[in-house]
């Protein structure tokens, strides 16, 4: 779910992939934020507006979904959201999500422990 940031100045995006086909041995990148579209960061009054978009291909589909969340500087969250995708032969494969992001720079290790705001759109995937 998380893990200690690289020795690097903010903004940065620290990404993570991790797939059953490799162990789920996790794959770093490190670029400097060119946002992604998942991902919809707004500065408004000082706040750092936070919205994840979900995908419009993976199911379930989310008809309700939390609202954007604002944070003050120095303030982080852990956003979590769950898909099943159906492949090009029919076969499902599935994803989970997580976004730890913070407004400001914070310690290497902040990531690491509990957040101190957690939205979670796991679904039941079957």
Do not use: C, K
Not at 25 to 44: N, W
Not at 56 to 75: N, S
Not at 86 to 92: L, Y
Request: hydrophobic fraction near 45%; charge should be positive.
């Amino acid at each position: 779910m998380s893990f200690a940031l690289p020795a690097r100045t903010a903004p940065l995006a620290h990404e993570v992939d991790m797939a059953e086909a490799d162990g789920f041995e996790p794959h770093e990148g490190l670029r400097r934020v060119s946002y992604r579209s998942e991902v919809r960061l707004r500065l408004e009054d000082g706040q750092l507006r936070v919205e994840l978009l979900a995908s419009a291909w993976g199911r379930p589909r989310r008809h309700r979904r939390p609202p954007a969340v604002r944070l003050a500087h120095g303030e982080w969250l852990r956003w979590q959201i769950n898909y099943r995708f159906t492949g090009m032969n029919g076969a499902w494969l599935y994803r989970l999500d997580t976004l730890n992001l913070a407004h400001g720079a914070v310690p290497a290790a902040a990531f690491l422990g509990e957040p101190p705001r957690f939205i979670d759109e796991r679904a039941h995937i079957w």
